[in-house]
């Protein structure tokens, strides 16, 4: 599955938010209860991975709940990007049952709008059998990188400097 994002800021300033800087400004998406940085080194091959844990919220109407494991609700997001790489790999695991595949992807950030913006390609599977939980998930899924870059221009433009 693919997803394109284009934000106005320039891409040096989107890879550190999405890449460095997301638990920071994640909350602002509605549906996210908590996200925060388990761990983040720096290998001997110059890559920079970074461990994250997730939970968020959702209504689930009484007659469901009884159907999904509370698990789905939190999973781990492990991000790595070279230093100074323009793209990253990332992985999300849930310890859910219900998901028995984990969720996978790229994320190459693309000069866009003469340099002052950024294209954002999302690249992600979701292996399941059943192509109903598969369309489901990654409907999700791009949902979630969408918030995450809407949220992080939000993020960027509040963070730079005033004149």
């Known amino acids: 599955m693919k997803l394109v994002i284009v934000v106005m800021h320039p891409r040096e300033a989107v890879i550190d938010a999405l890449c460095e800087h997301i638990c920071e400004f994640a909350h602002e998406v509605g549906y996210v209860a908590s996200v925060h940085l388990q761990s983040r080194r720096v290998t001997a091959e110059d890559t920079v991975v970074s ?20 698990g789905l609700l939190e999973w781990t997001l492990s991000i790595e990007r070279p230093v100074g790489g323009h793209e990253c790999r990332w992985r999300a ?71």
């Open 51 to 70: 461990v994250q844990r997730w939970r968020v919220r959702a209504t689930v109407p009484e007659l469901l709940r009884q159907h999904l494991e509370d």
């Open 93 to 163: 695991e849930s310890t859910a049952v219900q998901v028995p595949n984990r969720c996978h992807g790229t994320m190459a950030f693309l000069p866009a709008a003469g340099g002052r913006g950024t294209c954002i390609e999302v690249h992600y599977d979701f292996a399941a059998a059943n192509e109903g939980l598969r369309t489901i998930f990654g409907t999700l899924v791009a949902k979630h990188w969408r918030s995450l870059a809407e949220a992080g221009a939000r993020w960027i433009a509040a963070s730079a400097p005033r004149d």
